[in-house]
């Protein structure tokens, strides 16, 4: 990735899905510096208590034997990786803001998953908005590409005339100019870089993405950090994520980064066959703190993106 002296120090991050995960992820273990997190078909932080069997049923579909853990233990378990310093101080948080996203057609994700994550954030002292009354199903959302808005699947972008990407940047980052279109460059880089020389070891595909707006190259911007959902990612569905989900546009009027990683689905090594980005542990168990294989790659491009 080219060095762009990119504004590091106010970056927001968004996901469906498990992209929705990681975002909390990134947003909690490095709220210093990340402002803000959107959040489509997410739950919260530390959800899945680095267990496939709890990620899969309790923070999916909860139920009476499968319940979600409670928000104050998660909230005790965020304070414990605090003051053990594996996440940054929690007074960050307070400063940043959560944008939530539920359809209404969404089987995939049950709502009370993602109230739960709001929960969550009042008890940390994040103000939300959770938007509840689209008739969407499993899907990044937007004003007018992909499939009809209640379906959910591939390439998992939805066309429900309601633009999800600038409803959550316009919250994050506060009034935005309008969209227009891209003009910029959408470049590919290698993520091996940023993985310590082995992206498929913890998950990662050989190659990201980013969208850099017009005016960027001369001048420095903020980054967005866009996260895809499984079964999303660029070998499956090709650019749909990456060039239709709603973020370029809005980039390219707001003078802003927006930062496309990329997972791989595995089999052998790392059973990940969906490539979702890791919200359970399959990378070791510090995956949800700074030391996460994933979220340490992912900072290392944004630290690059601002050298």
Same mark, same amino acid.
Request: glycine share 12%.
């Given at each position: ?7 590091? $120090?106010?970056?927001?991050? @968004? ?8 975002? !909390? ?25 680095? %267990? ?23 909230? +005790?378990?965020? *304070? ?21 996203? %539920?359809?209404?057609?969404?089987r995939t994700v049950a709502l009370a998953v993602v109230e739960a994550l709001r929960a969550y954030y009042a008890a940390?002292?994040?103000? $939300?908005?959770?938007?509840? &009354? ?6 990044? !959302?937007?004003? @007018? ?6 379906? %959910?699947? #591939? ?5 429900? &005339?309601?633009? #999800? ?14 969209? +227009? ?25 050989g190659e990201g993405f980013a969208y850099i707006a017009s005016g960027c190259e001369e001048a420095p911007c903020r ?13 499956? !569905? ?13 980039? *390219? @009027? ?54």
């Amino acid at each position: 990735m080219p060095a762009l002296h990119a504004d590091a $120090s106010q970056v927001t991050v @968004s996901g469906l899905s498990s992209g929705g995960f990681m975002a !909390v992820q990134m947003h909690v273990a490095h709220s210093r510096v990340v402002k803000g997190a959107g959040v489509l078909a997410g739950g919260p932080y530390y959800c899945a208590q680095a %267990s496939v069997f709890a990620g899969y049923f309790n923070c999916r579909h909860p139920g009476f034997f499968t319940p979600l853990p409670p928000t104050a233990v998660l909230k +005790a378990q965020t *304070e414990a990786f605090a003051a053990a310093g594996r996440i940054d101080p929690l007074a960050g948080l307070a400063e940043g803001r959560a944008w939530l996203f %539920s359809g209404t057609r969404d089987r995939t994700v049950a709502l009370a998953v993602v109230e739960a994550l709001r929960a969550y954030y009042a008890a940390l002292g994040v103000p $939300s908005v959770l938007v509840r &009354d689209k008739p969407a199903g499993h899907a990044m !959302v937007t004003e @007018s590409f992909g499939n009809r808005c209640g379906t %959910s699947e #591939a390439p998992y972008v939805n066309d429900c &005339d309601y633009d #999800a990407a600038g409803e959550l940047l316009g919250f994050l980052l506060g009034p935005l100019a309008p969209p +227009a279109a891209p003009a910029g460059r959408l470049i590919r880089f290698d993520q091996s870089r940023y993985a310590q020389g082995e992206a498929r070891a913890i998950g990662l595909a050989g190659e990201g993405f980013a969208y850099i707006a017009s005016g960027c190259e001369e001048a420095p911007c903020r980054i967005h950090v866009a996260f895809h959902g499984c079964r999303q990612n660029a070998d499956a !569905v090709g650019g749909a994520f990456v060039r239709e989900a709603g973020y370029n546009r809005w980039a *390219e @009027s707001n003078r802003l980064i927006v930062l496309y990683p990329q997972t791989v689905a595995r089999w052998l090594g790392l059973f990940n066959p969906r490539g979702c980005w890791d919200w359970w542990g399959y990378t070791g168990a510090a995956y949800a703190t700074r030391d996460g294989a994933q979220i340490r790659a992912v900072k290392a491009m944004i630290d690059a993106l601002a050298r």
